[in-house]
């Protein structure tokens, strides 16, 4: 396991339809975020999991947006009926922390850059 | 609220020079602050972390400083080579923050010509 792996690198799609991101942090990280980034900015917090409990969730995260992390391990954003402006590069992390564990650094994958035509 | 801000947003250097970027903070109450690298498309590379103890860290032609009282980080580069183009992003994790989430300045896009 070399690092946190985002899947797909690109999508593009047609507004109105639904995507689905996936993300595989390090095997051994039980904390996972999801970050977005839009064109010139820096990356804006979207939720985070500690195992598979979801523990908090931006105001940026509307209700057209879900997140799961089933079995603590891997998880996936989904998108309902995209919009223009949902188009930016979704970035996800892992790190661990919490229930007594020491905490460490975010290690950040490659993004899955989102295009909404 | 937490407000990162990076001066300069753009910054264009000849090979060899030494430059600063900057970084501030609204709310001096950090757990740490970190300084990532992005290249065009791809996701964050780990620079330096200083913990809010700490005053400076170094990586190479890399030194990073804070001073948490005035909200200021910065981040110095020594003998920039065009390898060193990119955008380079500062965040700081609040003290309370359990579960690491990070907040983000809007980072400096620079550019170093041969």
């Known amino acids: 396991d070399t690092g946190v792996s985002q899947n797909p690198r690109h999508k593009i799609t047609k507004r109105g339809q639904n995507v689905t991101f996936r993300c595989d942090p390090i095997?051994?990280?039980?904390?996972l975020y999801w970050y977005r980034q839009t064109l010139g900015q820096g990356p804006e917090f979207l939720t985070y999991f500690q195992n598979e409990a979801q523990l908090e969730k931006s105001r940026l995260l509307s209700d057209r947006f879900s997140a799961e992390r089933p079995k603590g391990s891997f998880s996936t954003l989904e998108i309902q009926r995209t919009e223009q402006g949902d188009s930016a590069m979704y970035l996800c992390a892992s790190s661990l922390g919490g229930g007594g564990r020491k905490n460490t650094e975010a290690f950040f994958g490659q993004g899955t850059r989102l295009t909404v035509v | 609220k937490q407000e990162v801000t990076q001066i300069p947003a753009a910054l264009s250097v000849p090979e060899g020079e030494n430059l600063v970027l900057n970084c501030s903070f609204t709310d001096s109450a950090i757990y740490n602050l970190q300084w990532f690298r992005q290249d065009p498309g791809k996701g964050l590379t780990s620079l330096l972390l200083?913990?809010?103890?700490?005053r400076e860290q170094t990586s190479g032609r890399l030194n990073a400083s804070l001073d948490k009282s005035s909200g200021r980080s910065t981040l110095y580069i020594a003998a920039s080579q065009p390898g060193d183009s990119a955008t380079y992003l500062c965040a700081v994790r609040k003290i309370n923050n359990a579960g690491n989430m990070l907040t983000f300045g809007g980072g400096t896009r620079l550019m170093v010509k041969p």
């Open positions: 095997s051994e990280h039980n904390r």
């Open positions: 200083i913990q809010s103890s700490q």
